[in-house]
């Protein structure tokens, strides 16, 4: 019989051989936490990126959340529900990019998923992301159904580890080389120091990497800065944000710009209500 926690290691090891001998670029929707401290979150539990980055961490994200997002060309949001009453940890994800290709002109992306988590043995969880994507051109429309696989390794109650295979059934190659969203591994982790100061850092096989930190100023306002960099094409990016969390909403604001190009830059602001 296989124990539980020897198929958790099986199944990381199959990600990484898999995921490597497949490896391209891929898109993942950051919430506002996220894009604050420097892209990171897949070892982290937020409402707002638990649907996008790794479902796995659903199963520490209790209660009912309304997630939305809004920035210049992006909106974002997600239903998720870890209540008694839920059978088990779950979530709906919407996602809209309006953006500008390099040789195919005007893009409209509409990604529609569903998120399911459960522990497989205790500190070991485990999520899958069901992806329905739409993407249309001036003259042409594609549509594929992908998935992304998550795995949360929590050994202590204020670490996290977090592995995620991304588009783990390939590309989609009815579409343009451009328009396809291809397969990634990413990597997370997470440290919370008495509950007052929480540091990420994140990577993934896009030669990405990303490094942040939270502060909490008091019980309702949070501070955080990151920076992140894509190794490969060398996009330097430094971030800040604020958030407030109070007892019917939490509203968190980010900003990132780049060091080497002052038109690459983006704001965001995210609405979290709990329910």
Same mark, same amino acid.
């Given at each position: 019989?296989?124990?539980?926690?020897?198929?958790?290691?099986?199944?990381?090891?199959?990600?990484?051989?898999?995921?490597?001998?497949?490896?391209?670029?891929?898109?993942?929707?950051?919430?506002?936490?996220?894009?604050?401290?420097?892209?990171?979150?897949?070892?982290?539990?937020? $409402?707002?990126?638990?649907?996008?980055?790794?479902?796995?961490?659903?199963?520490?994200?209790?209660?009912?959340?309304?997630?939305?997002?809004?920035?210049?060309?992006?909106?974002?949001?997600?239903?998720?529900?870890?209540?008694?009453?839920? $059978?088990?940890?779950?979530?709906?994800?919407?996602?809209?990019? %309006?953006?500008? /290709?390099?040789?195919?002109?005007?893009?409209?992306? *509409?990604?529609?998923?569903?998120?399911?988590?459960?522990?497989?043995?205790?500190?070991?969880?485990?999520?899958?992301?069901? *992806?329905?994507?739409?993407?249309?051109?001036?003259?042409?429309?594609? *549509?594929?159904?992908?998935?992304?696989?998550?795995?949360?390794?929590?050994?202590?109650?204020?670490?996290?580890?977090?592995?995620?295979?991304?588009?783990?059934?390939?590309?989609?190659?009815?579409?343009?080389?451009?328009?396809?969203?291809?397969?990634?591994?990413?990597?997370?982790?997470?440290?919370?120091?008495?509950?007052?100061?929480?540091?990420?850092?994140?990577?993934?096989?896009?030669?990405?990497?990303?490094?942040?930190?939270?502060?909490?100023?008091?019980?309702?306002?949070? /501070?955080?800065?990151? %920076?992140?960099?894509?190794?490969?094409?060398?996009?330097?990016?430094?971030?800040?944000?604020?958030?407030?969390?109070?007892?019917?909403?939490?509203?968190?604001?980010? %900003?990132?710009?780049?060091?080497?190009?002052?038109?690459?830059?983006?704001?965001?602001?995210?609405?979290?209500?709990?329910?």
């Amino acid at each position: 019989m296989l124990r539980p926690l020897s198929f958790v290691k099986k199944l990381s090891v199959f990600l990484l051989v898999y995921v490597s001998a497949n490896i391209a670029s891929a898109q993942v929707y950051n919430s506002s936490v996220s894009v604050a401290t420097g892209g990171t979150g897949r070892a982290a539990v937020e $409402p707002g990126d638990s649907g996008f980055l790794n479902p796995a961490t659903l199963t520490s994200l209790g209660g009912r959340y309304l997630f939305t997002s809004f920035a210049k060309e992006d909106f974002a949001a997600s239903l998720s529900d870890n209540t008694k009453e839920s $059978p088990m940890p779950a979530s709906f994800n919407y996602v809209q990019k %309006y953006s500008q /290709t390099e040789t195919l002109g005007d893009l409209k992306e *509409h990604d529609m998923s569903v998120s399911l988590a459960g522990f497989v043995v205790t500190k070991w969880s485990i999520g899958l992301t069901a *992806h329905y994507l739409e993407q249309w051109l001036a003259k042409s429309s594609y *549509h594929s159904v992908n998935g992304d696989l998550g795995i949360l390794y929590t050994p202590i109650e204020d670490v996290g580890l977090a592995l995620v295979g991304y588009n783990i059934f390939g590309e989609n190659k009815d579409a343009p080389e451009e328009l396809r969203h291809k397969t990634s591994v990413g990597f997370g982790a997470n440290y919370v120091y008495h509950s007052m100061i929480r540091l990420r850092a994140d990577a993934d096989s896009e030669s990405k990497v990303g490094v942040g930190v939270e502060t909490f100023v008091n019980r309702f306002v949070v /501070t955080r800065f990151g %920076y992140s960099d894509d190794l490969d094409d060398t996009r330097p990016l430094i971030s800040a944000g604020l958030g407030f969390s109070g007892p019917r909403f939490r509203l968190n604001y980010a %900003y990132f710009g780049n060091t080497q190009k002052s038109s690459d830059y983006r704001h965001s602001i995210d609405l979290v209500i709990p329910f």
